[in-house]
């Protein structure tokens, strides 16, 4: 499909709070690929509209276990606490230590538009907070201790 651009720290659109999608439609299919796309040709494990401009509640996630893709996310129950160092392809050439949930279950939507839950934890829990973060306009710096440049 096409991979895209992805956007950077300072543009106003990471800080937005992402518009709900009301209907699926092609478009919200196309942007699915094109997210995925984006996402594995940056390496990311994760990836949320915002991050190529659309203020759209859609994220990508796939830490080695598949693709999951998830329209309107929701997180319905969050469990247990750990700190990890995450970085951003929004914010390339950094990283930093984050306190995150261990265990989440997460709803949302399906390609097809049905509705989906997942129970997850450890890393995909991580990644799924990650990006749910980006649709709220929190960015991982936000909640980062410990910042430093990647070595």
């Known amino acids: 499909m096409a991979v895209y651009k992805i956007v950077e720290i300072g543009d106003e659109v990471l800080r937005e709070k ?89 709803k949302g939507l399906n390609r097809k538009g049905e509705e989906v839950v997942y129970r997850v934890k450890g890393y995909m829990a991580r990644a799924f907070q990650h990006e749910i973060d980006h649709l709220d306009g929190i960015i991982f710096v936000d909640k980062a201790s410990n910042l430093r440049k990647v070595e």
């Not at 390496?43 to 080695?64: E, N, Y």
């Not at 319905?76 to 279950?105: F, H, N, Q």
Request: glycine share 10%.
């Open 18 to 106: 992402a518009k709900p999608v009301k209907e699926v439609t092609t478009n919200i299919l196309k942007l699915l690929d094109n997210m995925a796309d984006t996402m594995y040709a940056a390496r990311g494990v994760g990836l949320a509209a915002p991050q190529i401009g659309v203020s759209k509640r859609v994220i990508v996630v796939d830490v080695g276990e598949g693709l999951v893709e998830l329209i309107n996310p929701e997180i319905l129950e969050a469990s247990g606490y750990v700190v990890d160092t995450e970085g951003c392809l929004s914010v390339p050439g950094m990283i930093g230590d984050v306190a995150r949930a261990d265990k989440l279950t997460v």
